[in-house]
């Protein structure tokens, strides 16, 4: 009797397992549809792609070129800055010798 019970309890379990496995496969039938929808469409992408020795030969002269542009625009930004200081060193000089000869006044010199 007690092992009648036992199989009819392991029998409703097993169904019900069943049942709910059953339950959840349709739940994620359209999910892994979904996935492999993607996958073959990443798959797909990944055959047109380049490869990397492709790209480097493009990318190297891309990279001496760039390199010549930062060069020609560090030079250009150096001239800029020396155009912005002359202003400033010609307004110092003419001050020290606005001080120079009030100081030569004050001592009398001129």
Known sequence: MV?????DGALVMTVRSILMFTRQAGEMAPKVQN??????????????KKNVE???VIVDPLR??????????EQ???IELTYEREPAKKGEKDETEKRKRIQRKKMGFD
């Open 35 to 48: 996935l492999d929808m993607m996958l073959n469409k990443i798959r797909n992408g990944m055959a047109e």
């Open 3 to 7: 092992a009648r019970i036992i199989i």
């Open 76 to 78: 250009i930004k150096e």
């Open 54 to 56: 492709d790209l480097a």
């Open 64 to 73: 001496a070129r760039e390199k010549k542009f930062r060069d020609y625009y």
